[in-house]
């Protein structure tokens, strides 16, 4: 895409976006070239963000799904406008909001495959070696399952966010959002072997090359904190190794913890508060996943699942 010049507004919106709501650099560059995009086709219109009304915005809707572009692509950037625009509104550089009643984009709300039980087990079994790396991805694998932490939480622990004794961890969320979550034996035990002798010293660089690796609590191979993508691709290993079908990410992981905590009864208020959900609707598309596993089994199961309508025993 053509490199755009925001407007100071725009750049003021994305200063406010980071120190007020604390968003990250991620969601700021996405944000970044939503607006790019949108602020250019204002201007092969005829438009500027003090002139757009709302056919306009509707007409950009549409020309972006008429051109090919995915309903999640169209949605998030809609999102995006519609924030900025409110903004705009708020700090009075404008007096209306063109966005206030455009429709939304529909996405199809896909539920998460999760792992079963047996595929985890098997995943993690996959690991098998007695080296500092293989220390280091068992203790990656079984605190992703463990906790349901996103990748960019774990990749971004620090030592003192961890309480070995108490089996807990200090997890950074979305806009910088705290939570203490709890972990169980077989992350503690793995955990263990890696801040062993036999693990994470053993990757200790002579000279720490980055400010915080020092503290990382997952290091790679040059003693760097672990990058998300390297964290990927220590996943996608292991599935692959143990033969599981079909894509498989850090995040399926997250899926398949919150998942199990709720075939096993947890509670979807408790699941919400450790997965670090603002909204209890996000957490409740867990519970369709559940019901349709529970009525998988029960097809596959019951000796009277498949009896036809109407028969009778003899």
Request: glycine share 8%.
């Amino acid at each position: 895409m053509t490199k755009v010049e925001l407007p100071i507004e725009a750049e003021e919106f994305l200063a406010w976006m980071l120190a007020e709501k604390g968003r990250s650099a991620n969601t700021l560059a996405a944000y970044r070239r939503d607006l790019a995009g949108y602020v250019l086709w204002l201007g092969e219109q005829g438009f500027s963000i003090d002139s757009v009304d709302r056919p306009a915005v509707d007409r950009f809707v549409n020309e972006r799904r008429a051109g090919g572009a995915a309903n999640s692509s169209v949605a998030r950037q809609l999102a995006a406008i519609r924030m900025f625009h409110r903004y705009l509104a708020v700090e009075g550089h404008r007096g209306d909001d063109p966005t206030a009643d455009v429709e939304g984009v529909k996405v199809p709300s896909g539920i998460p495959k999760p792992l079963t039980e047996l595929q985890v087990t098997s995943l993690l079994d996959a690991v098998t070696g007695n080296d500092p790396i293989h220390h280091r991805d068992r203790a990656l694998l079984e605190l992703l399952y463990a906790t349901g932490a996103r990748i960019s939480e774990a990749c971004g622990l620090s030592i003192g966010d961890l309480d070995l004794d108490a089996r807990l961890v200090r997890l950074y969320g979305k806009g910088a959002k705290e939570r203490i979550v709890p972990f169980g034996t077989a992350a503690a035990g793995a955990l263990d072997n890696w801040f062993s002798p036999r693990g994470r010293v053993r990757l200790v660089p002579a000279k720490w090359q980055r400010r915080g690796d020092a503290e990382a609590v997952f290091l790679n191979l040059r003693g760097g904190r672990l990058t998300r993508q390297a964290a990927w691709l220590v996943v996608k290993k292991y599935g692959e190794r143990a033969g599981i079908k079909g894509d498989i990410s850090p995040h399926v992981l997250r899926h398949s913890c919150a998942t199990h905590l709720l075939d096993h009864g947890a509670d979807l208020r408790v699941v919400q508060e450790m997965l670090g959900h603002a909204s209890i609707s996000t957490t409740q598309v867990y519970t369709r996943v559940s019901q349709e596993r529970l009525f998988d089994v029960y097809r596959s199961a019951h000796p009277r699942a498949s009896v036809p309508s109407g028969s009778e025993a003899s």
